[in-house]
């Protein structure tokens, strides 16, 4: 028995079709969150396949859609991974400020685009001046999960 190149690709679409199907189930269901990454894998593993099966069999209008979903998906995991690194930095941050006491060690998480915004992650260690505003903070100091 040969296997043709027709059912590789046939069956290639269905896991990608399965891919996304899980992923939207597992949102619906809450077990996972549209900002996981799990989510964003799932959904950009299969929107790629099926663009691939979409373009071998010249669906336009589905090449084009899974197009778009691949590159929210690439968006998407792009942000998760920037927001990862901020996190871990966050974190060190707040290792160093509890390690010295020194209130310049501050950590700040910003969500938006204006410099000025923020929430302090950590408040100073020992006897240190906790830091008025966030604008006094350098702005290396600053993490933007905006961007």
């Known amino acids: 028995m040969t296997i043709s190149l027709l059912t590789v690709i046939t069956a290639f679409g269905?896991?990608?079709a399965i891919a996304v199907v899980?992923?939207?189930g597992m949102v619906s269901k809450g077990r996972w969150t549209a900002d996981s990454l799990p989510f964003q894998l799932s959904?950009?593993?299969g929107a790629a396949v099926m663009l691939v099966i979409a373009i071998a069999n010249g669906i336009w209008p589905s090449a084009l859609?899974?197009?778009a979903a691949v590159v929210i998906g690439a968006a998407a995991m792009r942000t998760i991974a920037r927001a990862r690194r901020a996190e871990r930095a966050a974190t060190a941050q707040l290792a160093a400020v509890r390690a010295t006491g020194d209130p310049r060690a501050v950590a700040v998480v910003d969500g938006s685009a204006d410099p000025t915004a923020g929430v302090l992650v950590a408040e100073p260690a020992g006897d240190a001046?906790?830091?008025a505003d966030v604008a006094e903070l350098p702005r290396q100091e600053r993490v933007d999960?905006?961007?």
């Open 145 to 147: 999960l905006a961007a």
């Open 43 to 45: 959904n950009f593993a």
């Open 129 to 131: 001046e906790p830091v």
């Open 14 to 16: 269905w896991i990608g």
């Open 65 to 67: 859609a899974n197009v």
């Open 22 to 24: 899980l992923a939207y």
